[in-house]
């Protein structure tokens, strides 16, 4: 018997849903909905810890490191989808943040639970990404102890890298290990042992945390306007245009206009309407000012 599995608030029955398979589909949906809400304050009781991993991931990021998450099973899955909704959302390149799980891209649909089991394996990972000093990694385990994510985390400490763990518990062995260990504690879940449930959900919104608070202090926001986004469809390049609007209060033709001007980049256009310049003088004012909107035109009214 693992008396140290069984011990866990993740492993616990919740006593408020002992009797769910008698219940009336509303009661069930009802405790689900009850318990569910307890997850944001179990968040805001953590967001200490999220402040100073996002602050230490940025500082890295800023010298040219890369931000990885790892994870298994539904942990793992929730690391891929974050990473890869930088791109669409940021402009961010597919190598800035990335999401790997156990037993790779393939378990992402078909459940490879056994991998999670061998530390060697999340070692491995690390070594194939080639984990430097200058990179963040964020491991992601509701128990706290998957050894796949355990290994990942102590080579990847072993190379330099910051470490921060995500975990469901009120301490966890990555506590040792890590930079920055950030422990939701969201109780039992509705159904014993189903980590996918509430700390499925807390784990999702702190990595909505990371990584749009380190987003904005890499200046890929704009007031609150996703002016890095990459237009590539018919509904991106129409909120590309909506943004450019928003942004400088001009017609839809004036942002049409711009946006072609800009070579299709919101940003560009921006600082090109607010400042009067042309193409290139817009660039070079939002190098000056590290991609920052508001420091790109603060630059050109100094000069």
Same mark, same amino acid.
């Given at each position: 018997?693992?008396?140290?599995?069984?011990?866990?608030?993740?492993?616990?029955?919740?006593?408020?849903?002992?009797?769910?398979?008698?219940?009336?589909?509303?009661?069930?949906?009802?405790?689900?909905?009850?318990?569910?809400?307890?997850?944001?304050?179990?968040?805001?009781?953590?967001?200490?810890?999220?402040?100073?991993?996002?602050?230490?991931?940025?500082?890295?990021?800023?010298?040219?490191?890369?931000?990885?998450?790892?994870?298994?099973?539904?942990?793992?899955?929730?690391?891929?989808?974050?990473?890869?909704?930088?791109?669409?959302?940021?402009?961010?390149?597919?190598?800035?943040?990335?999401?790997?799980?156990?037993?790779?891209?393939?378990?992402?649909?078909?459940?490879?639970?056994? =991998?999670?089991?061998?530390?060697? #394996?999340?070692?491995?990972?690390?070594?194939?990404?080639?984990?430097?000093?200058?990179?963040?990694?964020?491991?992601?385990?509701?128990?706290?102890?998957?050894?796949?994510?355990?290994?990942?985390? #102590?080579?990847?400490?072993?190379?330099?890298?910051?470490?921060?763990?995500?975990?469901?518990?009120?301490?966890?062995? &990555?506590?040792?290990?890590?930079?920055?260990?950030?422990?939701?504690?969201?109780?039992?879940?509705? =159904? &014993?042992?189903?980590?996918?449930?509430?700390?499925?959900?807390?784990?999702?919104?702190?990595?909505? &945390?990371?990584?749009?608070?380190?987003?904005?202090?890499?200046?890929?926001?704009?007031?609150?306007?996703?002016?890095?986004?990459?237009?590539?469809?018919?509904?991106?390049?129409?909120?590309?245009?909506?943004?450019?609007?928003?942004?400088?209060?001009?017609?839809?033709?004036?942002?049409?206009?711009?946006?072609?001007?800009?070579?299709?980049?919101?940003?560009?256009?921006?600082?090109?309407?607010?400042?009067?310049?042309?193409?290139?003088?817009?660039?070079?004012?939002?190098?000056?000012?590290?991609?920052?909107?508001?420091?790109?035109?603060?630059?050109?009214?100094?000069?």
């Amino acid at each position: 018997m693992d008396d140290a599995l069984y011990s866990l608030v993740t492993e616990q029955q919740n006593e408020h849903s002992l009797n769910i398979d008698i219940m009336d589909t509303i009661d069930v949906l009802k405790i689900m909905n009850d318990e569910d809400k307890k997850v944001a304050y179990a968040v805001e009781e953590c967001l200490d810890d999220i402040t100073l991993a996002v602050d230490k991931i940025v500082e890295r990021m800023k010298k040219g490191g890369r931000l990885l998450y790892f994870g298994a099973g539904t942990s793992g899955r929730l690391a891929i989808l974050d990473a890869a909704e930088c791109p669409p959302t940021f402009g961010t390149e597919p190598e800035l943040v990335q999401g790997i799980m156990a037993g790779g891209s393939g378990a992402f649909n078909i459940a490879k639970e056994d =991998i999670e089991d061998y530390k060697e #394996e999340g070692a491995a990972d690390v070594i194939a990404k080639g984990i430097t000093e200058l990179d963040s990694v964020v491991g992601l385990s509701a128990s706290g102890r998957a050894p796949y994510v355990v290994g990942a985390m #102590e080579e990847a400490k072993k190379r330099g890298a910051l470490t921060v763990s995500i975990t469901c518990n009120e301490r966890s062995v &990555m506590d040792d290990i890590v930079d920055v260990p950030i422990n939701i504690v969201v109780g039992p879940e509705v =159904i &014993m042992g189903s980590t996918r449930l509430k700390a499925g959900t807390a784990q999702k919104m702190v990595l909505n &945390m990371i990584s749009t608070a380190t987003m904005i202090k890499l200046g890929k926001v704009y007031g609150n306007l996703m002016v890095d986004l990459k237009p590539k469809n018919k509904k991106l390049i129409e909120r590309a245009k909506r943004i450019i609007m928003l942004a400088t209060d001009v017609s839809y033709e004036e942002a049409e206009k711009y946006f072609e001007l800009s070579r299709r980049n919101p940003k560009v256009a921006i600082v090109m309407i607010e400042t009067g310049t042309d193409y290139d003088t817009a660039c070079r004012l939002l190098d000056k000012g590290n991609g920052f909107v508001a420091k790109a035109i603060e630059i050109y009214q100094t000069v």
